[in-house]
């Protein structure tokens, strides 16, 4: 089935402590937004009643502000994710193994539900409607709580074989480091994600003034010296990281997501750039780019899988975007974008949609 009109749907990014919920118009535009939090600590079976409930509250806000039920739902969720089957089969964080989510959402609703993994959507969001538009080989890079990637190769995000491709926060950058949750050893995230850095530099600073990873990126641009080795350190782990994906991949664009990339970009962005550049012997320095779509990425990437559940190409979903805020790399010079380059998105319009 192939629409070419389109409508609102509802969207849900299901995280560790909160629930992000919008209705969505075409183009990305959120109308509505609800936030709940996840209280994972009830357990995995407490959480999908209240995901149900959200999706459910959602509906009803697409009816009282659109007059109309939605054309569909899209939901993410983190973890290991089975996207073809509907199954949430794993999260450390929620505790929860092999949800058939998308069955009972549907049986919920009775509305088609778009499914997929939290980070991938986010990259799937930036790369129809934000920071990596017309772009068909990037990494979007999240690095807040944690550190994820979206693999985005040919125009849509590559899950694997086991729906694990991305983990790039479990690359080992520092032998010597510390034990990541993961259980091995110097990973990434255990060096460069926002609560390693915070809590390196609680451990090495003044006990009585911890400081969050932003507050920490702070100090380093007023200059002290404790907070610039740390998110020195960062960067260069940050770098090693990325050299090995470019190398691997040769991506046009590395699209910078997730809670640290709110950081000047002169203070994490361009170091970064900088940084990978210097480790680059034949590879491609790829364009660096903040991305444009914060903390709302994946819920807008819950929505675009979402419209493709109903057959809506993304480049029709992408349409009503607005076309004054075009991508810029690092450097500042801004990108032109042709309506058409979306195209390579549509390739995500999978053979199972019709
Ligand atoms: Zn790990």
Redesign the pocket.
Known sequence: MTRTSTGHVVALDVGGTVLKGAVVAPGGRVVRELRRPTDRDRGPAAVVDTVLDVLDELVALTRSTTGAPPFGAGLVVPGRVDDRRGVAQFSANIGWTDVPLVELAEQRLGLPVGFGHDVRAGGLAELVLGAARGVADCLFLAVGTGIAAAVVVDGRPYAGAHGLAGEI??LRVRPDGPT?????RG?L??VASASALASAYARAGTPEDPGSAAEVIGRAAAGEPLATRLVTGVVDALADAVTAYVTLLDPEVVVLGGGLARADESLLLHPLRDAVAARLTFQALPGFRTGELGDTAGCLGAALLAWQRVGVPLSAAADARDPAAGPHDADGAQVAVEDDEVGPATGLQGPDVS
């Open positions: 926060g479990h990541c949750g993961c259980g091995a990973c995230e255990s």
